[in-house]
């Protein structure tokens, strides 16, 4: 006869398994979205502001300061990250910087936009998927 906590473990043994299973479907989309988005961000030279803002940190050395420079490398990288996607997508958002609309010009780097944009689809899917 089981007790009541054999049947808690029991539980929360299966809710992990499932918990597990469903986070590993979503591991393969994941990382090829961020895959892409690495390489992509990486060709396009990012990252130049938050390099900027770090060593403009360094000089003042005060944890505002760090935490102000470490807010930009994110919001670098995450309207990059937008901005690409979007483009993939063929939508237009707002123009981030002309540095990312030159980019943009390059077929190359259209392709790497439309890699990422289908990819954060699959990723998408696989989410809806595992609900």
């Given at each position: 006869?089981?007790?009541p906590?054999?049947?808690?473990?029991?539980?929360?043994?299966?809710?992990?398994?499932?918990?597990?299973?469903?986070?590993?479907?979503?591991a393969?989309?994941?990382?090829?979205?961020?895959?892409?988005?690495?390489?992509?961000?990486?060709?396009?030279g990012?990252?130049?502001l938050?390099?900027?803002?770090?060593?403009e940190?360094?000089?003042?050395s005060?944890?505002?300061?760090?935490?102000?420079?470490?807010?930009?490398?994110e919001?670098?990288?995450?309207?990059?990250?937008?901005?690409?996607?979007?483009?993939?997508k063929?939508e237009?958002?707002?123009?981030?910087?002309?540095?990312?609309?030159?980019?943009?010009?390059?077929?190359?780097?259209?392709e790497?936009?439309r890699?990422?944009?289908?990819?954060?689809?699959?990723?998408?899917?696989?989410?809806?998927?595992?609900?």
């Amino acid at each position: 006869m089981r007790t009541p906590i054999a049947w808690a473990i029991l539980a929360t043994c299966l809710a992990s398994a499932a918990c597990t299973a469903k986070d590993d479907k979503l591991a393969g989309p994941r990382n090829e979205l961020r895959q892409v988005l690495d390489a992509a961000y990486e060709n396009y030279g990012g990252g130049a502001l938050a390099a900027k803002a770090k060593a403009e940190a360094g000089e003042h050395s005060g944890a505002a300061a760090q935490h102000a420079a470490l807010l930009v490398a994110e919001a670098d990288r995450a309207v990059f990250e937008k901005y690409c996607i979007a483009a993939g997508k063929g939508e237009h958002l707002f123009n981030a910087s002309v540095k990312l609309d030159e980019w943009l010009k390059n077929e190359r780097n259209k392709e790497t936009c439309r890699m990422a944009a289908k990819a954060s689809a699959k990723l998408a899917e696989a989410e809806a998927l595992s609900k």
